[in-house]
């Protein structure tokens, strides 16, 4: 392995990441970028040097934006380390990673951690059936295979990504059978305040509304309001069954794709210990970090969505400020020139969050689909935990999610918790009586990626510094 | 609020000893500063062992076995309990000496429960275990349990008898007035005739408002666990000549430990695995075990634990002030020990003895020697 200890590492390949990189290197910071894919985008433009000119298109303009942006990265002189997983990092600043089945540690004087969103798992009955998916997952084959679904498909949830997914579908030619929209009507009224500021954004509400006109003209059946959505079927899905206006219908298909917004990647900052809050309006945990994205770990920063969901563009601003704030920390550059060079980053970034209230607002996704009301229904799918087991639990005196944890084993298969967390925050609250921020956050264990006994054992210390 | 005894540490030697006070007709006040099991009581690998004990506890972990076997009359929960065994490994005729000279030291001790095994017997036992190795020391009543379960166990059934817990009460000071022992913490103040200390890696800092200075070094030792694995080993393992602690819990995964340390920020209570001091774990494993070479470590963690000069607790009513005890110090090896301790120290407390042979585990001890 090359150099094992940067000045700055970054983490993480999106839009956050890829600006932060490309602005520390041109102030001269030798830096690294740290990436689990094979080129640079991140999820949200995921494969965009690589994808064929038609399907790009498909994906829209905004997706093309990331182009600029990876060639940005390209031609700048910072390190690039794709295809390497991180899994661990401590407040020391050191890194376990792996790249083609070899484990290795890095260090670093400086870290911003750009680990991007994930899709808000969301258990419901029959959620883990084969058949099942999260559109992101739709998404990724799309991007990178050009691979859509043959039998059509029913898309269910909530939030901005749900409807570009239905229309990057539509255009594609798939069938789609019926879009579930979760979001709760009233949810109109609550959010109706926040639309002026949202207007000063509006760009994504025409684009929003656009998607749904195209929708509703191409005959896709579309169902608002919908509650009580379950997945059935032997062995895999076969029907989806939801309750829309008092009725309950049901649909026959091979193919669910969920969607109920996206939530910040937590598991870096989580390892490293940093102090999480629950946002209340997000309706997630998220890492405490001043306006600058620098976390409770002093030399630690996070941007981007990673940080709280304010979406792609204002990611690449928030990485280039955490930039700033680091090349101002290991001076670089100083304080002036540091808050001089991010004004427009800031005025820009302010600008284009003018719509996340409003967003927050209109897409709450209501406390009887997060507090997983049935009882059979799984929420740990690692480890086979019930709803009815964690109530159980809770009801027995176990009301905090780490006790939760040490007792019912839900959180400690190997995804860490990462897919049931949310769920048992908001289960714990609801069954306990206390506020979500009350029930702790499940402590952060590595290794936060896959690691065998075999690359462990593997592992080149003695170049360790 | 007031009781007969307040007991500092909601460990579980803290809830043992409640237990068995509050069988006794003792009201007990069980003050912890986090949440019960939080540390080392919950964090622990579970390891069920009488086997390679120093003599000193010998006659302890035997007693404490009879009662794990029945633990579910005590605690109303089987814990998790199993009893497979554990075997120290030999993997050469080095090791084989040593081992059998433990267990002639065992059986002059006048004590049966280690016994030496060959290689015939060990592959037999354990035949999934990569060829070469030359035999064994075994202790065929040893198993392991779930920590966490147990200690809810213990708690929950001293609870029934009016033992009281308290979460999240840290103490601020300790001071004897009278008969009476008041305790301030930043939640309330407590009094009660007698204060007993098993508050783990703090205990230390208990013990110094009593007067008492004790070289206790808190310590987190390491321990990882892997995914779901088929079932291929029944007994615990260690080895001879090399630092390791391997079993195959019911649910299939695997823990796997060695007394790795830690990084530990003692002071805000925070434990960094130390990866490059892991790896030599994972070869352990892999010596014994080459088939695992692709299954995934699902999680490390470590528990703070108190660790003593001598690796034995302190166990031992207070020399300083009348109406104090201490029980601390299990040096990472207390789990099986517990439900003893709850009936060594509260047959102190309630008659003023016990039949174990305390000695080896005074508090003072170490004043002595560097006198």
Same mark, same amino acid.
């Given at each position: ?40 985008? &991140? ?32 031609? $700048? ?251 101002? $920390? ?11 060079? $991010? ?123 | ?77 089987? =814990? ?21 000279? /433990? ?32 035999? &064994? ?60 200390? =098993?508050? &783990? ?91 695992? &070479? ?43 020990? $517990?439900?003893?301790?709850? /009936? ?28």
């Amino acid at each position: 392995m090359k150099n094992k200890h940067y000045p700055l590492l970054i983490i993480g390949g999106g839009p956050a990441g890829l600006s932060a990189a490309a602005l520390a290197a041109e102030h001269g910071l030798a830096c690294a970028l740290i990436d689990e894919q094979a080129e640079p985008g &991140g999820q949200i433009y995921r494969a965009i040097e690589s994808i064929p000119e038609p399907h790009a298109k498909l994906l829209g303009s905004e997706y093309q934006r990331g182009k600029g942006l990876a060639q940005a990265f390209r031609n $700048s002189s910072a390190d690039y380390l794709p295809e390497t997983r991180v899994w661990s990092l401590n407040a020391d600043l050191q890194i376990g990673a792996t790249r083609q089945d070899q484990a290795y540690m890095l260090s670093a004087e400086r870290i911003i951690i750009a680990s991007g969103a994930m899709e808000r798992p969301v258990p419901f009955p029959g959620w883990t059936l084969p058949g099942v998916m999260q559109a992101g997952a739709g998404q990724i084959l799309f991007k990178t295979a050009g691979l859509v679904p043959d039998n059509g498909v029913v898309l269910a949830g909530s939030g901005p990504l749900l409807l570009l997914l239905a229309w990057q579908y539509l255009h594609a030619g798939v069938e789609i059978k019926a879009l579930l929209d979760v979001t709760p009507l009233g949810n109109h009224l609550t959010a109706l305040p926040k639309l002026p500021k949202a207007l000063l954004a509006h760009h994504y509400l025409t684009k929003g509304i656009a998607y749904q006109i195209d929708l509703k003209r191409a005959g896709v059946p579309m169902y608002l309001g919908v509650s009580d959505l379950k997945a059935e079927g032997d062995e895999k899905l076969q029907t989806v069954q939801f309750k829309h206006r008092g009725k309950t219908k049901t649909l026959e298909s091979e193919l669910l794709l969920t969607h109920f917004g996206v939530i910040p990647q937590i598991a870096l900052t989580e390892a490293a210990g940093c102090r999480h809050d629950w946002d209340g309006n997000q309706q997630c945990w998220r890492p405490q970090h001043d306006d600058w994205g620098k976390t409770s770990i002093e030399k630690l920063w996070i941007a981007g969505d990673g940080a709280g969901i304010n979406g792609a563009r204002s990611a690449e601003h928030a990485g280039r400020l955490a930039a700033l704030d680091v090349l101002q $920390s290991l001076k670089l550059i100083a304080v002036e020139k540091r808050d001089q060079l $991010s004004k427009k980053d800031r005025q820009w970034m302010l600008a284009d969050r003018h719509i996340r209230p409003f967003l927050e607002a209109y897409f709450q996704l209501p406390k009887s689909l997060l507090t997983v009301p049935q009882d059979d229904t799984v929420v740990c799918r690692c480890e086979e935990i019930s709803a009815g087991e964690i109530r159980a639990q809770v009801n027995n005196g176990h009301d905090n999610s780490n006790q939760l944890k040490y007792f019912t084993r839900c959180g400690m298969g190997p995804c860490q918790g990462r897919q049931c967390s949310n769920a048992v925050a908001h289960i714990v609250a609801d069954c306990s009586g206390k506020n979500i921020p009350e029930t702790g956050l499940f402590r952060g264990r590595p290794p936060i990626a896959p690691l065998t006994l075999k690359q462990l054992a593997a592992m080149d210390v003695e170049e360790q510094t | 609020m007031n009781s007969d005894v307040i007991i500092i540490g909601g460990g579980l030697m803290g809830a043992s000893c409640a237990l068995q006070l509050s069988m006794r007709g003792l009201q007990c006040i069980v003050l912890e500063k986090d949440s019960p099991g939080r540390h080392a009581s919950g964090a622990n690998a579970g390891g069920l062992r009488q086997l390679n004990r120093d003599p000193a506890e010998i006659p302890l972990t035997v007693e404490a076995a009879k009662m794990w076997r029945n633990i579910e009359a005590l605690v109303d929960s089987d =814990c998790d309990a199993r009893f497979p065994g554990q075997i120290r490994l030999a993997e050469n005729k080095q090791d084989l000496a040593k081992l059998q000279q /433990r267990a002639d030291l065992v059986t002059q001790l006048g004590y049966h429960h280690e016994e030496m095994i060959g290689e015939d017997e060990l592959y037999q036992l354990v035949p999934t275990l990569t060829p070469g190795c030359v035999g &064994g020391l075994i202790c065929r009543q040893d198993g392991y349990g779930r920590p966490y379960h147990t200690l809810t166990a213990f708690r929950r059934k001293a609870e029934s008898l009016g033992a009281q817990f308290i979460s999240d009460a840290k103490v601020q000071s300790i001071q004897q007035q009278g008969e009476s022992w008041q305790i301030n913490t930043d939640q309330e103040r407590y009094s009660g005739g007698v204060l007993l200390n =098993c508050a &783990g890696a703090w205990a230390n800092q208990i013990a110094e408002q009593l007067d008492e200075t004790v070289p206790l070094e808190p310590r987190a030792l390491m321990l990882m666990v892997t995914e779901r694995l088929p079932h291929f080993v029944d007994p615990v393992l260690g080895a001879a000549s090399r630092k390791l602690s391997f079993k195959q819990m019911q649910n299939g995964t695997v823990i796997i430990g060695g007394a790795q340390i830690a990084k530990l920020d003692f002071a805000r209570e925070h434990t960094e695995i130390d990866w490059p001091t892991m790896v030599e774990c994972a070869k352990t494993v892999l010596r014994f075990f080459p088939q695992l &070479g692709d299954v995934r470590i699902v999680r490390a963690w470590a528990g703070i634990e108190a660790i003593m000069p001598d690796n034995i607790p302190v166990i031992d009513a207070s020399q300083t002030f009348a109406n104090a005890y201490h029980a601390f110090g299990f040096s990472a090896h207390g789990y099986q020990l $517990s439900p003893i301790i709850g /009936r060594i120290m509260a047959g102190l407390i309630t008659d003023g003895k016990t039949d174990f042979p305390l000695h080896p585990f005074r508090i003072n001890r170490f004043q002595t020697e560097n006198a």
